[in-house]
């Protein structure tokens, strides 16, 4: 897992040592959590069809790796595909679609919470 150095403020982790889990948007391999307390959040997210959403505390960015696709964002549509950044302010609902998938780094700030994920 993560390697951390006490009293050298720094940690290192790579993505292959972290399990994906599945989440509302696919595949979520969730390198940087609350946990770790630095104030974000940072996932590899693979998505195809996400289930539109909102968080009512955190911001995100979204950083397009991989694919094309389409985002949602309050009911307008934009096209996303590698070097995309989207941010997403609190409250603004959002989802993205992909036929072939996308593959996306999702930096939240405040970090990640699930109880901070709201559906309609």
Same mark, same amino acid.
């Given at each position: ?36 307390? =630095?104030?974000?959040?940072?996932? $590899?997210?693979? &998505?195809?069809?996400?289930? +539109? *959403? ?6 995100? %960015? ?16 934009? =096209?996303?595909?590698?070097?995309? $950044?989207?941010? &997403?302010?609190?409250?603004? +609902? *959002? ?6 998938? %996308? ?18």
């Amino acid at each position: 897992m993560p390697t951390a150095v006490a009293g050298r403020g720094y940690s290192v982790r790579r993505a292959t040592d972290v399990p994906p889990v599945p989440c509302p948007c696919g595949e979520s391999t969730r390198i940087v959590t609350a946990a770790d307390g =630095v104030g974000c959040s940072f996932h $590899v997210t693979e &998505i195809r069809d996400s289930v +539109r *959403h909102y968080h009512r505390k955190s911001a995100e %960015v979204y950083y397009i790796l991989a694919g094309t696709g389409k985002m949602e964002l309050d009911g307008e549509t934009v =096209v996303v595909e590698p070097g995309t $950044v989207v941010t &997403i302010e609190p409250g603004t +609902r *959002h989802r993205l679609v992909s036929p072939d998938g %996308v593959r996306t780094a999702v930096v939240a700030v405040p970090p990640f919470d699930p109880e901070d994920e709201y559906f309609d």
